[in-house]
């Protein structure tokens, strides 16, 4: 079975612009979570999706946005970018509750 | 809120040896979940033990072990017989089960573990 994938995994963006982050979770897999790793700020859950609705949000501002379409793959979207959203964002799908899965991580760095 | 603390940022051992990382946490709730996880060089984060807090025993994993101290919110992992394999990022993280069944991760900063050959 195909484990999580995110696309792209590296991506560079100018201040001001905005991204978005693809997440496709284990097949089967309803629940998809995002988290922000930052060296100083570490692992930050961002949101979490299950059968297309926002089931929990943690505490980013508005310029981030997520979305899970019916075959559960995710999208996340960074709008009006700033340097210090420069992270590994990361993307974890779960059939279960307690079984995260994590995929690789998308790179972000903004100039 | 809940906050996971590992005082350890690094820790070396040498291959075969036995090594513990030190995780405390602070909550008020009574029910909840308590994860071990690495991430190695490749960044991809894998989970290594997970322990519910209403159980008593402590969960083992082959060479992965944690002790689970609730009174104290004290949940280090001990890695036995170490292997090269073993070198990676190690977080320590706590959760909530939340109505609804939204599953939300928090994290401690990570110990950076070496296993020295």
């Known amino acids: 079975k195909a484990g999580v994938t995110q696309t792209p995994r590296y991506l560079i963006k100018t201040r001001g612009q905005q991204v978005t982050l693809s997440c496709s979770p284990i097949s089967g897999h309803r629940s998809v979570s995002w988290y922000q790793q930052t060296p100083g700020q570490g692992l930050q859950f961002l949101f979490e999706?299950?059968?297309?609705?926002?089931?929990n949000k943690g505490n980013f501002p508005g310029r981030f946005s997520g979305r899970q379409f019916s075959n559960s793959r995710s999208e996340m979207n960074v709008s009006t970018l700033e340097l210090g959203d420069s992270a590994l964002y990361l993307c974890a799908s779960s059939a279960r509750p307690l079984e995260q899965y994590f995929g690789p991580g998308t790179r972000l760095t903004v100039t | 809120a809940q906050t996971v603390t590992q005082s350890q940022p690094e820790m070396s051992v040498q291959e075969a040896e036995t090594v513990t990382l030190s995780c405390t946490y602070d909550t008020s709730e009574n029910n909840y979940y308590l994860f071990w996880y690495k991430q190695p060089p490749s960044r991809q984060m894998i989970l290594v033990i997970r322990q519910e807090a209403y159980k008593q025993q402590n969960a083992t994993e082959n060479r992965f072990s944690v002790n689970f101290q609730k009174a104290a919110k004290s949940f280090s992992l001990k890695i036995s017989d170490s292997q090269l394999g073993d070198t990676a990022m190690y977080f320590c993280a706590f959760m909530k089960p939340i109505r609804g069944g939204s599953e939300k991760l928090v994290f401690g900063k990570g110990t950076k573990l070496t296993v020295n050959p």
């Open positions: 999706y299950f059968s297309e609705t926002q089931r």
